[in-house]
């Protein structure tokens, strides 16, 4: 903030976001909270007057409003004021095509989780970032709360000791009852194997677990048993999802991902135990991370306490969401976009995240259907 | 959002909030989350390189970072695209100054808790509103959390009978040490008398617990017992606040508010039976509401849930937090500034609330001063 | 255990605790849990029939089960297998007359609290004590507490610093409604002034909680303003109260006792601040002792870690509760009945302790009843 | 209790509990808590000199305090007033000695987990109580908790609809580190395949799990794939374990046990949700049970509220913990002994979960020890 000229906001475009979207608000408020991104235009909808009613209400200039993605970026990258930055908050069957259209056109992107709807279209996608110019990131929310990159830091720094185990459980339970029969658009979407891919409920939040637990633990997941369950009747695409982990290195762990925990809301939780303490952090109290010493001690670390670049924006005691861990991975984009490219794949997910998370989904739901035991995990040179 | 035109954000100016201010991005980031507002102008210090510094930060225009507040509401005054709001975020002997002038030209305000730094201000605050078409808004935080103002309709509705008990309790510790001794500069500015006031915690955050207490109850205190003490040697103003209190109506309640309860972060805490129910609120769980019923049941309310309009934007399970209240109070400001001036008073906390706080807060120290036993806490004329 | 000899328990005869009583099994339990006391004899209630189906319940000879108290005591002092100890759990009013017939019979005592109906019958029971070989305990069951134990080790030991602020919270909800109109015998006898004595609320559980917050400060309190209420019509004692407290030293706090607080079930709770950390415990979470210290570190202790002799009979993480409480406070009766009487008056409750509270409650009746303002609570010579 | 006789108590005698043990002081507390059962002999320990201290801790005739738990049999059998009931808290190895010659011998017993060290061992337990008129029971703690019995009856009536996952978690910190070799009697030979059995871990506490997820469910594991490990170097017995569990009926679940999630105390949990509602209970608050409905309502339910039967002694709000959680069980068994022979197999454990616990624990070593995947649980004739 010391800097002599006023430091100008990265410029963004959105597609997808529309009235119905859950996301799209979430990604618009996170990228703007600290005036470092700004929405400058989007394709919000195929639905014109969808559309046009969303961006009007972001305050946004009539003809920065689209109902075509590609027309959008067609225009964008002409004007002297144009977006720099592609949003994707589309279904997941979207990412690849607006991906690829942006890149090509020269965007950088920011897009929702999963990367792509298949492995195939992940690596499609990595290749197409390969010699471009793009910053492509992949908002895996969880790794923007300050209290996640605190445990991940600690991890790094052997507070713990040797990690030995890894539980990461993401139970949810909105699809518990079959809402995609009664006009729910979201649930509609996600169990639409045409727009959600080849996972359902692995796709959606097992890739966060997936992701979460690599992220903090430094591992990586070498073999896994996968049992994908479509629960509600009707479904094809697993709703319900346990998996037994083995990690590099020797640590064991499970991951569970369920969509059909009924009354659950998104209370995504992580353990992690090494050799001197354990660390447990859960969603529904995101600004506290507990610390169990192999001595007894139990101690509670606060966001806004502790050190600093955690991410935390007030003093402890003053909770920060959802939002504002969005906001996060939004600034370290646009550091990224305005010079700082080796945030991404460090702090900030990136293809790798992305090619990494979709073999992940797909090995799962190819060795569950099969009724597999233990399955190796490939690894992407990296 | 149907509307056929864009939404023109209400243009915000902000006085104070400079480098080391806390509650000045906080504004801030609320202000706009929603896209309602949008800073355009500041004077966030007198400093003229820590304002532009901050200024500059935010990405605003060289010509609308102000060193002197007065300058910046004449030049703004005048400008076509000049602010129309602004938001006073200076230590307590400001707001009256700045109030004062923003309203003689025509601005609207919002200002930071308390109103003033003595009642005598507060009632040529009131006086100076009168007639003037100027929206003003108090920003008692916590009366934007949606459990907040559910609570605050449950009790309107009759949900939990006729109010009995009050119990509102605001602990910190971070005054526990004389850090003001030390260069801390909030803490300088709040234990001195000339910046403060004539409260110490009691205007710092007794005024946020009052206000909640009357705010969900709908009650009005009418009589209290108050010990207020200055606990660390050196201090003159209080940090530490007990008070008795009696509704009209005869309810009956505590109110707690202390700087000096070591290691307490922010936790201001509501508790309210009524004759078939009981509502417990704790900051630290913002964005729950615990409902307990005479007959033994107890139920967890979350936000995101339930009734629509009480200001939660993401569904069940997803934090929201201290900058979203502010949000939803900047976005009551901003529908009262483009019309619906009803909310002032009744969602919003208007100059009738800063004046009764004053009151409150003087008499308390006075009785407090004097020994008093029960005083009666005067109503002014609603 | 390393004595040669079997270790005779001792035996404990017992007035009240018949077939509807709540606390009279609880002193059973707790008394026999470590088996250093022995129940042997029972006048469980004046109607023979029901004290019979209790001692035949608890599998007593028939010859040791009364119906009339002062003939146990006759009989029991003969028998060569007499009871030793009179356990006293009747309504309040009888707590006088069954004390001062087994002291002039030669039995020690353990009696519910408060110690008596009024103070001048605390008074008149201490005068019967004087001279006396009896052990005389008050079963202020919180005191049991391993954590509660802790909290008033760390705090005489100055782990917390000098104390500052003390807050005692009772909030119970089953007086809310008027169930003593609709045969609640436990609510009958509370209500009703010929059996509970001068104090509703504050006399059966605002003693605890005075109690309490003495007897973890280490502190006295010297002052206090009281607003005692008869909430729900109908009641002539009170039923909900709130009081300032000053401490000798200078400490400020605030007790609430209240048994109209709506669905609340028994949560008593103590907030400590020193000048170096905080101590926070809640029956709700009894195994639990949350350290707050000034520089912002969170500590949760654990009953059955830590430091030995608190009253923990298991590791941590295996929860004992209110009939361990009850034991651990019957270990001391049974160790001061076999020769330690220095526990009396120190870790356990004793007639000082009758008469100080006592004094609170009729003081605090008196001055509630008069409005009066800042009352000085006198202290006993001691 | 409202028989016109005393109720004779069961006369109990100990085998193991000696100066060291934790579990075995826990049984005698639990099982005279009620005073449906007393101890009245006990060979504590091989020690002579151990178990006398120990039996004249309990203020046993010095007659009826054994070194050799044969001859203890030998000489209670035939007093006319001996002991009826065994209970066996030594390590696992001699579980089936001690159970075989008790019940050849006539007397009932109750036994701590597991069953036995072996499967054919638990097997040859079986056929040893076929014929005989021993009660037979094995003291799965948990299943004693008045919040599990709750979850457990309304599961069994619907409340929840059909069961579709079940998660049961276990973690522990204990021997996180090789206190094993560094005179820890308590890990000592629970990680000594010798004493403990062919599984460690598994055995000692995955059995508490895998029997708490099947008797609140009311189903049976078919299905399962089990990960071991051996973490700590120096071990040759598993001291943490994952497994997959697929139920009858098609429900899903995860079993987690471990000793080695370093800082964990003994919070055993359990999440189970069905088709309308998920149910969720935690160790650490026991007397509390969490409902959360398919419409997104939560309800806390508490231990001492509600239908009557689960096994809370006191009202809610007053805490019960591990020892009265045995004491329900000791009640039972009690009960049983007395003529209710039903009780056992139903509420109370007996062989035929011993046999299946042990079934599990083998099935599991060796599956993991394989690498297999998913491996059937076979059921015995039920």
Known sequence: MADDRAIAPVRMAMVGGGPDSFIGPVH????????????????????????RSTGLGYGLDEDRIYSDWRAMLAAERTRPDGAELVAIVTPNHLHLPVALAAIAAGFHVASDKPATATLAEALELQRALEGSGSVYALTYTYSGYPMVRRARAMVASGAIGTVRKVVVQYPQGWLATPIEQQGDKQAAWRTDPQRAGVGGCIGDIGVHAFHLAEFVSGLHVDQFVADLAATVPGRTLDDDCNL?????????????????????????????????AGLIWHHDEASRLTVRHADGRMEVLQAGAGPQGMGARLPAGHPEGFIEAFGNIYCDV?????????????????????????????????????????????RDGA
Chains 1, 2, 3, 4 share one sequence.
């Open 244 to 276: 037994l982990l083995r990690f590099g290195g020797g640590a064991r762990g499970v991951l569970i991902a369920s969509q059909i925990s009924t009354g659950e809301g998104n209370d995504l939780s992580l353990h992690i135990y090494g050799s001197k």
């Open 334 to 378: 646009a550091d990224a976009i305005r010079g700082q490219r080796e945030l991404i794949d460090d702090r900030v997910p990136g293809i790798k995240a992305g090619v990494r998370s979709m073999r992940f989904v797909e090995q799962a739901v190819m060795a569950s259907a099969q009724g597999a035991g233990w399955v190796a995990l490939e």
């Open 28 to 51: 618009r408020m996170g990228a703007e909270l600290d005036r470092r991104i700004r929405l400058v235009a989007g394709a919000f909808s195929s639905d014109a007057a969808r559309s």
